[in-house]
């Protein structure tokens, strides 16, 4: 079955900190990641996706299928990037146009 | 920039009573999906709807669960008799392309959502 596992519910790191976000899936055919953050009221949105390979606000993602993760990972934390995370899997095989999305970590960053 | 609005941003409603949850989709969009979340849970895809027909649905789109494109912009979400399990937050979303159709996916683009409470 697909799935996606975000193992911390909460990642709480000092400004300036490195920040590593996990995120496993499970997919038997060729996975399409992406990363969606909710700052605090504010809609769900895009932050980026592995098929684009692009770093967005500092952050990137890459996509390791030896180990089936898609970690997201910042080597310097602001303030501004306390957030809730979302990891997805989406777009599997070409037959679903659904995302299948992780529980999510909220990023707290400390001043 | 253009964004996916609903309407509604809280519903309060009785167990039994229906409800109409309202989206406008992004003008030049034409996948339609409905998620929601559970208080404290993960975001849950129930539907995604192209070409005026329901493409695919999760097991939680029951028949109590419809949902309409009745003109042009709007696209709702309706639930016949609530219970009290479908308290939740209600999202929708539109996107240009059908991801997984091609190599490069279309981002979703979602609304604010609509937090419905069942008493």
């Known amino acids: 079955a697909q799935r996606v596992t975000q193992p911390e519910k909460l990642l709480s790191v000092f400004k300036g900190a490195p920040v590593e976000l996990k995120c496993n899936y499970s997919y038997s055919g060729s996975p399409e990641l992406f990363w969606y953050v909710q700052y605090s009221r504010q809609r769900l949105q895009l932050l980026l996706r592995h098929i684009s390979r692009e770093s967005i606000k500092g952050f990137t993602a890459d996509l390791n299928k030896g180990e089936t993760s898609f970690h997201l990972k910042k080597p310097f934390a602001q303030e501004e990037d306390s957030a809730m995370y979302y990891c997805a899997l989406g777009g599997y095989g070409g037959a679903t146009n659904k995302l299948i999305f992780g529980t999510g970590t909220l990023l707290a960053v400390q001043p | 920039e253009p964004e996916v609005t609903q309407t509604p941003s809280h519903q309060v409603t009785q167990m039994g009573q229906e409800v109409i949850l309202r989206c406008v989709p992004i003008s030049n969009h034409l996948y339609f999906y409905w998620y929601r979340q559970i208080l404290g849970q993960k975001v849950e895809f129930l539907v995604s709807?192209?070409?005026?027909?329901?493409?695919?649905k999760s097991e939680i789109f029951d028949d109590q669960f419809s949902v309409e494109r009745p003109d042009g912009s709007n696209f709702t979400l309706k639930i016949r008799s609530t219970k009290l399990e479908d308290s939740a937050m209600y999202f929708c979303?539109?996107?240009?392309?059908?991801?997984?159709?091609?190599?490069?996916?279309?981002?979703?683009?979602f609304g604010n959502g609509t937090r419905l409470t069942v008493t």
């Open positions: 709807f192209y070409n005026n027909e329901i493409s695919e």
């Open positions: 979303a539109s996107s240009e392309e059908m991801p997984g159709a091609s190599s490069y996916n279309s981002p979703l683009h």
